[in-house]
């Protein structure tokens, strides 16, 4: 079975320019969520994702960034326009969802984002 | 959720059992164990996750104390391949206690 597939795996940028995150997660999984991780610390929740619905985007900073999960499958997170403080690796998780019960995520290998 | 402590590096042989100690004395009845890993260069992966029981899958066993205060991880013949940071994360079930709270986690080594 297939994984949580990110692309791309690197991005290097100038700051002020736009840039773009994709993520497809893991089939049949409802909730969706993407995490920051700043380097030489853990994951930190920017987003989760209940089928379409953002139903927690309250850790996303709206001046710049932008996700979407128009099917309630593949997302898209968007930074515009890149700061050199967004250089960091970009995961995306899936988990079944639903409210019984534990939901194990399951994470992406991530994006690098350099800007420079 | 209830926070975690663990020793920021440890050191295993190859071949041994590496045990990972994890501190959560202020866990409460409907918290789980989880714990992830994360090898450099790569997303965290799910190892095991447990409630009050002592729990073992293909990857590790997970041994928690009679008052689950604290936890172990037990890899048992661990390899340079598990050379990683390893998480442990404290989690409510089910409804909104969904998000995951990553500390630093213990950089495990495992040398040849």
């Known amino acids: 079975e297939a994984g949580v597939v990110q692309s791309p795996r690197y991005k290097i940028i100038e700051k002020k320019q736009p840039v773009a995150f994709w993520c497809n997660p893991i089939s049949g999984h409802n909730t969706l969520y993407w995490y920051l991780q700043n380097l030489g610390q853990g994951p930190e929740l920017l987003i989760r994702y209940e089928n379409e619905e953002a139903v927690d985007d309250s850790q996303l900073p709206k001046d710049r960034f932008s996700a979407e999960r128009l099917k309630g499958v593949d997302s898209t997170l968007k930074i515009q326009p890149a700061e050199l403080g967004d250089s960091a690796v970009y995961l995306c998780?899936?988990?079944?969802?639903?409210?019984?019960?534990?939901?194990?995520?399951?994470f992406g290998p991530g994006t690098r984002l350099t800007v420079l | 959720d209830a926070k975690t402590t663990q020793p920021p590096s440890m050191d295993c042989a190859e071949g041994r059992a590496a045990n990972l100690p994890c501190n959560h004395s202020t866990i409460s009845g409907n918290e789980y164990v989880y714990w992830y890993r994360q090898i450099h260069s790569q997303g965290p992966q799910y190892i095991i996750h447990g409630l009050k029981n002592n729990e073992t899958n293909e990857m590790a066993s997970l041994i928690i104390t009679e008052d689950r205060k604290s936890s172990t991880l037990i890899l048992p013949h661990a390899t340079l391949r598990d050379t990683a940071v390893y998480y442990c994360i404290v989690r409510a079930r089910g409804g909104s206690n969904y998000k995951l709270t990553f500390g630093k986690g213990t950089l495990l080594t495992v040398n040849p």
């Open positions: 998780a899936s988990s079944l969802g639903g409210t019984l019960g534990t939901d194990t995520q399951y």
